[in-house]
């Protein structure tokens, strides 16, 4: 039955099948289906047969065609989502403004259907894939949704027909199995021995996979079929089993079983073992099993296992089992199906995520039962996902199409929700992670290496390393995006255990251990993987969780973090086996446990109005958490002095990406704030001493002028001791998180950025630390951002510099921000790069000087107020307030007062700075510290009290210190006794020994160890009932604990008389920097004027400090006035020691050696600068008039050059010739001329076109051809110039130089292998002077005979007599000045250089002869060069020569030297007598009847081109051509110019008209002035030419030449001087090259009567003010009427044939507009919409990266290989044949234009621009662009004026490959 089915027609089977199953008793015809399907989709066929798709297709459509079927079924569709799916690649819109969950996505239909003006939106390019939204409103607000989905079409769609899709229920769930079943039987596992190919098994299923996603694309109907297919669980129990009797069907649900029992976490072994061996351990041992360590039983077996441990190598991996915390073990077990979208799921991601059966699953997804379904599913597999992820070998591919699914799913927040309470999403996340980097543990080396419990991920692993969580990560951030789930989240605190444990696992990775000995081997990158990790995995969720703790009801969320937080901190100690001191030489940049717990603290205290008490732990835990972020500040000083050198460029990377400003927010900020958080409740001097321990500067901190430094060199002092006191600086200034409002963050970021640089919009966006979860919803670029911005900063718009480099449009700080806000402290904390600091202060001391505010020296960074501390935080202030800083800062002081070794003005700044900060911060506490203090109080410490302002003015008589037995103050038994005056000559003014009873002093000395202090702090807060607390360390024996064994000089204790207090050392320092005695007097505090500090340098820093102390203490007042009253005899300066040299250390000298050094290039860069301004820039006209060769010549002798080579200067000779330094390129910019004025469009639409027919190019060329087919080829060869296309174009930067000096130049070039950006081999080089781009040099002519004067004088010979002596000079061709029989280097330049103008241009611009090579045909394209020059100018100086002078075109010029080059080549040519053009010019020959017949006539005179024979005489008559005849040569071409200027207007006349004039005009034709009255000449010519019919037969084409106005006599004029107008521009510039008459401007109305005075076709006196006829610089040598009529007959004798093509010749237009690129739309939107899916005309693909042709508008595919030829790619040869090897290419994907010249190409930036004035590139941001029309213009003009080469520096090779 079935066979006899299958055999017949589909169509009918198909209808009969269809009527059969319609009957209400439709068993026999299921079972015909049935039996049917059996045979048609039987598995065992290849998957490749498309029989059974064809059956399907037929059958599901019940006999209609399968179109016409899918219409059908559309028009039910009632979908109110679009839900288009696409994949990588695809371009899709973001709008922030309609959005609600931040991955919304929309196709571009949808967007440019919906209204998002105004809104904030972005073009981007789809990484993974996505969907669009728009319909959706869980995703997005129904205001942005499109005109289509916006009406929710869906409500008013009829109800679906029972049987449209009654054979689709039917047939479907028999092709679905089959797909299944071929998927089961192509899988392999992968470690199986077999091959294994799972494309090909894929690539057969294309078809099908294709068939199901038509399928989902026929709308809402199809899809609820599909959706109740794929769901039911019953239709899978009967199809998946297969039939008993099926063997197949058994064999491969057996495979699949297989498959299935993979699927698990754990393998149905482990599971058992571990079931078995530990039934007791519950989730508490979990938790700590997670840390490395099992739940130890009992004592001595925790030995034992710590035993087997040791026994382990470090690095090797401790696996821990994780099975037992999990809540659920469910997560872990292995699969089970219940339905088809279960099993296709599973074979999808066995399959590693193929993207038909991705989309597919997606297309899927409108249809509401479907996504409930499929997401659980997706939930269900999602441990199986994960462990696919971890085998796959394309983890990236797969990553992509992981979310691509996910983020459809988890962004909506209904679904999410549900989803975590029914499948325990959160569990299955969380577990998974867990799993997945237990992968990848190693025991951690931090601390104690020996016995560290705790395990850390291995950024080693690929895992890390290729960043293959990032999928599962996003899917969790994503989903902690939504307020209900973050709840359940928190909530739930098995799970923040869980959580707390993942995070540990990144506490502490990548350690960096210090190399002290040799550069480590091999630099690891693992710190990439570190710092993605922490951000990615770490600090995202946080910062997604922080965004739910923001009111005062969530504060029990932030304890529940805090204390697990706390815990889990308290554990890690312990695994690492953490005391109290940190490992030496060890740093971690990773500690995300600080970092969640300071960030939840900083939410509490200041959203949550949490106690910040209740939070804190005791405070031994305090110390132990404040340890390693210190740890890290002080590294971080270490790496920046070059202490961790060795250990390679990585460490400095990790530093720098440790504040850069996509991390800083989540690392180097919450450790600041949680280093504050222990400074305010520690005991300060505990604090402070350990800071200054941690950085290593304690040794250093010393009163004595020596000492010993065990832990640093020399040179190391300096900066870490300038990173100590800046780090305290930044600690008790920064105030980010200790109550700042994030307005004021917001603001104080930008400010400190921009106060570095100018930033564009997009560089200050990125640069803003935003809270770095993308999903958080706090959007940069939100409004306040942009008002923020216009409050401090104004923009500068992008400007042009004339060398060409482009700027985008800046943002610069405000001159207020400068006065009130700059912070250096903010600056130094958001530098990545040290420079940044010295940019940010040389930008503020521009500023300071240029407002006057202070001109003097150098100023210091400006001392900033501060916003108020949060009233929790007040105990930071005590940090300012404790007597170990003020020791310190009073040793300092003291120290930079005596210049000891190491001191720095850095270093003073900060001291000063904090002391600023503590009395600008007082602390309130007790009030009766302010009584001055009893005596005895003072011996045992410094100071009486804690009070900074009490203690200012506390004088401190003697100091105890410990020095080298070496140094300067130990008494030496050899001195002479103390009394004498020697002592002081010998140890210098610094150790004042004490004389009298100084046994009496000792008692009072001061000690100070910090060491010392600290360890006693910390001993009494971990002990606090013993009573020993307070003597458990020695001072003594602590400061000698640092002296390593076998240091010569030992350690004694001396005690130095001071005698100073902090304030008198300020008054001292005051006069030693203002280098005046008594600097203050006695009365300054009264006179100051208090404003006048706010900027200025360490004199006004200082006076400003002492007015605060004064303004706020009596008691200082009065000391500081005692102090500047006491005119303390002048110290003798150390300066004037005789040990001079030595003391000035190293530091100082290098110091010195460097601004010398800056000084030096600073002055070589200014030099150089001037010298670029004056010799090179392109652009400036005027820079260099001298270059305007020929003008300051033309009197000299003998011309000299200067060779910029060997710098000789001298004539140019015969044998030593010099050559100007010359680029020649081929050009068509002529050629792109058009008629008109208006710049062509670019088309943006199918109905727009280009033609290019009417460009001068194609118009040249037609009329060469129409020529060559009537007239000989010779003469048509010397009738027009070629090179409109591919003319070589010749400038010079002017340099001139020995042709063998260049020689040995360009081999010195070769044998430089390091040139990039040109190629030696093909001559380029760049000019030894000015370094512009050239590639040929050009000889210049020897000197100039003594006859120049008389060759140059104005003539009074007649005109008759002047065409005699051109005639005679035609003849004598051969006597040329350089002899020809001798070969002359000269010659021989010339030759060459011949040579490179021709391989400058393609061969096919040459030939256009008949005969290829030969003579006529190198003689055409010689004066051609000459023609495209002088054009060339011409369009330069703007097409006319109204504004005379010089140019910056005339400076590039070198037709001089040029036509002395061509004339040399053409003299080999002779112009054969009989046919010579001037015979015909100027006589009236007698007619010649002996033409033969078969040859064809020559070129009529009317038709010929007279600027090509005006240069084509100059060039072959013998040089120096005298002015005179040159003059006649110009006279004589006008004629004929003004004849072909008659005969073109009579054309255009309508015959009536033809008729008029020539009535008119005969009756003039005997006036005395005939000859020079237009209409007597006209009307002549009218006749001549009308004696032939076919000239004036009004072709059918012409009259849309003809004018409909009336001709006047006026317009006649204008059109007759119109048409010679470029005639005689082009004489008069020659004239001015070959004999330096100046060109005198003129305005445009007079431009004719100009250029004719200056040619001399005009007396001057003809000159009046009423307006001049064209006719009257006509000069006739013979009668003009003969004359006419002969060059008519030559016309009117051509054949028939020949005549009625003639009138298209004689019809010429010399007038074209200047050149223009294509007219471009404002919009970059409307090229990029239009093009980037257009498709290519020649391979008819859409390209991969189109681009467009400036200058024509072609569309290309750059670098594809679909339309190369001849190993040549599109680009390339499009720019060989538009522009002669120049292209100018629009890329539509990039908005860039690239330029390609000859081999070589550049980026040339953007016409595009946004609104903020920067360029897109590679539509990255996908801001709107619009059209920036100065940009345009700059780059139109270098096309123009071939100047690419010079302005764009950055040129590389492209091989042909774009």
């Known amino acids: 039955m079935a066979a006899s089915l299958v055999r017949r027609d589909k169509k009918s089977t198909a209808a009969h099948l269809k009527a059969d199953l319609n009957w209400t008793d439709n068993s026999s015809g299921v079972r015909q289906l049935q039996e049917l399907l059996d045979s048609v989709l039987n598995p065992e066929k290849p998957a490749a047969d498309t029989e059974a798709l064809d059956w399907c297709k037929c059958l599901i459509a019940g006999g209609e065609g399968f179109e016409e079927f899918c219409k059908t079924v559309r028009s039910y569709d009632n979908a109110t989502l679009c839900g288009l799916v696409w994949t990588a690649n695809f371009v899709a819109y973001r709008c922030r403004t309609c959005g609600i969950s931040p991955c919304m996505s929309l196709c571009a239909e949808c967007f440019n259907n919906g209204d998002h003006t105004g809104h904030d939106f972005n073009m981007f390019r789809s990484q993974a894939g996505g969907a669009c939204d728009c319909g959706d409103s869980n995703v997005m607000r129904e205001t942005g949704f499109c005109n289509r989905h916006r009406l929710r079409t869906g409500e008013n769609v009829p109800s679906v027909p029972r049987d449209l899709l009654l054979m689709s229920e039917m047939v479907l769930p028999r092709f679905i199995i089959c797909i299944i079943q071929y998927l089961r039987d192509g899988y392999t596992e992968p470690d199986t021995s077999t091959e294994r190919d799972l494309q090909k098994v894929l690539q057969q299923l294309e078809p099908q996979i294709s068939f199901l996603e038509e399928l989902t694309k026929m709308g809402g109907a199809m899809r609820t079929v599909l959706t109740k297919i794929l769901t039911n669980q019953q239709i899978f129990k ?161 990553s992509n199409r992981i979310v691509h699914i996910s983020v459809q799913l988890f962004s909506n927040e209904e679904l999410a929700r549900h989803v975590t309470e029914e499948c325990q999403l959160l569990d299955i996340m969380v577990t998974v992670l867990l799993y997945m980097m237990e992968s990848c543990l190693i025991k951690s080396e931090l601390q104690d290496e020996e016995n560290s419990r705790h395990v850390v991920v291995n950024c080693s692993e690929p895992l890390l390393k290729n960043n293959t969580y990032w999928p599962l990560v996003s899917d969790f ?90 815990e889990t901190l308290q554990i890690w100690f312990d695994a690492i086996g953490f005391v109290d001191e940190p490992a030496p030489n060890q ?85 600041i704030f949680l280093l504050q958080v222990c400074a305010s409740r520690l005991d300060p001097d505990y604090f402070i001493s350990s800071v200054f321990e941690r950085f290593k500067v304690v040794d250093l901190l010393t009163m004595a002028s020596v000492h010993q430094n065990a832990v640093l060199d020399g040179e190391q002092e300096r900066p870490m001791l300038e990173g100590a006191l800046t780090f305290l600086v930044i600690l008790s200034s920064l105030r980010i998180h200790l109550g700042m409002a994030d307005d004021e963050i917001l603001r104080a970021e930008m400010v400190s950025q921009l106060c570095m640089n100018d930033r564009t919009h997009s560089s200050l966006l990125d640069l803003i630390p935003e809270n770095p979860n993308p999903k958080s919803g706090i959007v940069p670029g939100s409004c306040s951002f942009e008002e923020m911005l216009s409050a401090v900063a104004d923009f500068k718009a992008p400007v042009f510099e004339p060398g060409g480099s482009m700027q985008q449009g800046m943002y610069t700080p405000k001159e207020e921000v400068w006065e009130k806000e700059f912070d250096p ?85 900060m001291v000063l700075y904090l002391i600023e900060l503590g009395l600008d911060n007082q602390v309130q506490e007790d009030k009766e510290d302010e009584e001055p203090c009893i005596e005895e109080h003072c011996h045992d410490s410094w100071f009486p009290g804690t009070n900074l302002l009490s203690n200012l003015h506390h004088v401190i008589n003697y100091v105890r210190v410990r020095v080298p037995e070496t140094a300067p103050e130990v008494k030496r038994e050899k001195d002479p006794p103390p009394s004498t005056s020697a002592d002081a000559s010998n140890f210098g003014q610094n150790s004042r020994r004490l004389t009298g009873n100084w046994r009496e002093n000792v008692r009072e000395a001061q000690v100070f160890s910090l060491v010392a202090e600290r360890r006693r702090k910390f001993q009494e807060i971990i002990n606090r009932s013993s009573t020993e607390a307070s003597q458990v360390v020695r001072p003594k024996s602590s400061s000698t604990r640092w002296v390593p064994p076998g240091t010569p000089p030992q350690l004694v204790t001396e005690i130095l008389e001071i005698r100073e207090s902090m304030l008198s050392l300020l008054i001292k320092l005051h006069q030693k920097l203002s280098a005046k005695q008594n600097s203050l007097s006695a009365t300054w ?191 048509c060869l010397q009738s027009v110039s070629i090179g409109w296309e591919g003319g070589v174009y010749v400038q010079t930067c002017g340099h001139t130089l020995h042709i063998d000096c260049h020689k040995s130049y360009m081999v010195s070039l070769r044998n430089d292998q390091v040139l990039q950006g040109f190629s030696v081999d093909k001559g380029e080089f760049t000019c030894p002077l000015c370094r512009q781009f050239a590639n040929s040099v050009l000889p210049c002519r020897p000197g100039r005979s003594t006859e120049v004067v008389s060759w140059h004088m104005p003539t009074n010979k007649k005109t008759a007599v002047l065409v005699k002596e051109v005639e005679d000079l035609q003849e004598q061709l051969g006597l040329f000045p350089v002899s020809t029989t001798t070969e002359s280097n000269l010659s021989k330049e010339m030759e060459s250089v011949i040579k490179d103008i021709k391989n400058t241009t393609q061969r096919k611009y040459m030939d256009y002869g008949k005969n290829p090579g030969s003579p006529d045909n190198d003689f055409l394209f010689m004066y051609s060069v000459a023609r495209t020059n002088l054009e060339l100018e011409l369009v330069h100086r703007g097409g006319n020569l109204c504004s005379g002078g010089a140019s910056a075109a005339a400076k590039r010029s070198c037709l001089n030297q040029l036509f002395h080059v061509l004339a040399m080549h053409m003299r080999l040519y002779s112009i054969d007598s009989a046919y010579n053009p001037w015979t015909r010019l100027t006589q009236v020959a007698q007619r010649r009847d002996d033409c033969l017949d078969d040859e064809r006539p020559e070129v009529p005179m009317l038709f010929r081109d007279c600027p090509s024979l005006l240069i084509i005489f100059v060039l072959t008559m013998p040089q120096p051509l005298r002015k005179e005849h040159f003059i006649c040569l110009v006279r004589m071409l006008y004629n004929l110019q003004y004849t072909q200027a008659l005969a073109s207007l009579s054309a255009k006349f309508s015959p009536e008209e033809r008729q008029a004039w020539s009535t008119s005009g005969a009756l003039k034709k005997n006036a005395f002035d005939a000859e020079k009255s237009y209409d007597a000449l006209l009307s002549h010519v009218i006749g001549e030419l009308s004696k032939v019919k076919t000239v004036y037969d009004v072709n059918p084409e012409v009259p849309s030449m003809l004018s409909s106005s009336v001709w006047s006599p006026h317009s006649i004029e ?64 013979v009668n003009a009427f003969d004359l006419m009529t002969q060059w008519c007959s030559e016309v009117t004798g051509l054949s028939d044939t020949q005549a009625k093509k003639s009138i298209t010749l004689l019809v010429q237009d010399p007038q074209w507009a200047s050149p223009h690129l294509l007219h471009l739309p404002d919009h970059y939107n409307i090229i990029f919409q239009y093009y980037h899916k257009k498709a290519c005309t020649a391979c008819k693909k859409v390209p991969k990266d189109p681009a467009l042709c400036l200058v024509c508008g072609t569309f290309v595919c750059l670098k594809g290989l679909c339309c190369k030829q001849q190993g040549i790619c599109e680009c390339v040869l499009h720019s060989q044949h538009c522009g002669a090897a120049t292209g100018i290419f629009l890329l539509i994907n990039a908005s860039v234009i690239i330029i390609i010249r000859g081999h070589r190409f550049c980026l040339w930036g953007s016409v595009y621009l946004d609104a903020h004035g920067e360029e897109d590139r590679d539509l990255r941001r996908g801001k709107p662009l619009f059209l920036c029309v100065e940009r345009y213009r700059v780059l139109q003009q270098q096309w123009v004026s071939h100047t690419f080469d010079h302005i764009n520096k950055r040129w590389g090779p492209h091989y042909n490959g774009l």
């Not at 990548?510 to 002290?516: A, D």
């Open 587 to 671: 740093v971690t940049f990773h500690l995300p446990l600080h970092r969640y717990y300071a960030m939840f603290l900083s939410k509490a205290v200041k959203c949550q109005g949490l106690d910040l008490d209740s939070l804190l732990p005791h405070q031994e835990m305090l110390m132990k958490i404040m340890v390693h972020p210190l740890q890290i500040q002080a590294s971080l000083s270490e790496i920046h002095s070059n202490m961790w050198v060795r250990n390679g460029l990585q460490i400095k990377g990790q530093a720098m990406t440790y504040v850069q400003s996509h991390f800083c927010n989540s690392m180097i900020d919450p450790d």
């Open 1085 to 1275: 505090l009264e006179d100051m004027e208090t404003n006048s500090h706010a900027h200025g340098d360490g004199i006004t820093a200082i006076e400003r400090i002492l007015t605060k102390a004064a303004t706020r203490s009596r008691q200082s007042k009065r000391s500081i006035q005692e102090i500047c009253g006491k005119v303390s005899p002048p110290v003798a300066p150390k300066k004037n020691s005789p040990t001079d040299k030595n003391t000035m250390d190293k530091d100082e000298r290098r110091q010195r050696a460097r601004e010398r050094q800056q000084k030096l290039l600073a002055e070589f860069a200014s030099r150089q600068k001037s010298f670029m301004e004056t010799a090179m820039d392109v652009e400036s006209p005027d820079a260099e008039a001298a270059m305007d060769l020929g003008a300051s010549e033309v009197m000299e002798s003998e011309v000299l050059y200067d060779c910029v080579i060997c710098g000789q200067s001298g004539p140019s000779t015969e044998d030593r010739p010099t050559g100007l330094v010359v680029l020649l390129q081929a050009s068509s910019v002529l050629g792109h001329r058009c008629k008109s004025d208006e710049t062509k469009k670019l088309p943006t639409t199918d109905d727009e076109h280009i033609y290019p027919a009417d460009t001068c190019g194609a118009a040249h060329d037609v009329r060469l051809a129409l020529m060559q087919r009537f007239f000989k080829d010779s003469s």
């Open 825 to 909: 402290i903010m600056v130094v904390l958001r530098t990545v790069y040290r420079r940044d600091v010295q940019s940010a202060m040389d930008r503020y001391s521009a500023f300071l000087k240029q407002s006057g505010m202070h001109t003097t020296g150098n100023p210091w960074p400006p001392y900033k107020e501060r916003t108020p501390l949060h009233p929790c935080y007040k105990g930071l202030d005590r940090l300012l307030h404790c007597k170990t800083l003020h020791i310190v800062i009073f040793t300092l002081l003291y120290k930079i007062w005596l210049d000891h070794s190491n001191m720095s003005e850095h270093v003073l700044c």
């Open 1614 to 1677: 204008y059109s007759l001087q119109q048409f010679c107008l470029p005639y005689l521009r082009l004489s008069c510039l020659l004239q001015h090259h070959l004999y330096g008459d100046k060109l005198s401007g003129c305005p445009e109305v007079e431009e004719f009567s100009g250029l004719a005075g200056c040619l001399g076709l005009l007396a001057p006196a003809l000159q009046p003010s009423n307006p001049i006829y064209s006719a009257s610089c006509l000069d006739w040598t």
């Open 477 to 566: 951030i994503n989903i902690l995006s939504h307020q209900s789930v973050a709840k359940k989240f928190l909530e739930d605190h098995s799970l923040l255990m869980l959580w707390m444990s993942f995070v540990s696992f990144f506490q502490g990775m990548n350690l960096n251990k210090r190399e002290l000995s040799e550069h480590v081997e091999f630099e690891s990158q693992t710190y990439y993987a570190a710092f993605a990790a922490e951000l990615e995995a770490c600090a995202q969720p946080m910062w997604g969780l922080l965004t739910h703790c923001k009111v005062k009801e969530t504060q029990e969320y932030t304890k529940t973090v805090v204390r697990y937080c706390l």
């Open 238 to 398: 009967d199809l998946s089993v297969g039939q008993e009797e099926n063997v197949y069907a058994k064999k491969n649900y057996e495979k699949y079983l297989s498959a299935l029992k993979n699927s698990g976490l754990v393998s149905v072994e482990e599971k058992a073992q571990s079931g078995a061996a530990e039934p007791t351990r519950g989730a508490e041992a979990g938790a700590l099993g997670l840390l490395g360590a099992e739940a130890p039983a009992s004592p001595d077996e925790s030995n034992k296992e710590e035993d087997q441990d040791g026994g382990q190598s470090v690095g090797q991996r401790k696996r821990v089992k994780l099975s037992s915390t999990a809540k659920d073990p469910s997560i872990m077990d292995s699969l089970k199906h219940k339905c088809f979208l279960e099993e296709l799921l599973f074979w999808t991601i066995k399959y590693e995520f193929p993207q038909k059966m991705v989309t597919f699953l997606l297309n899927m997804l409108p249809d509401q039962d479907y996504k409930i379904t499929f997401t659980k599913t997706f939930v269900q597999h999602y441990a199986f996902i994960m462990k696919t992820l971890m085998k796959s070998q394309e983890s990236d591919t797969m």
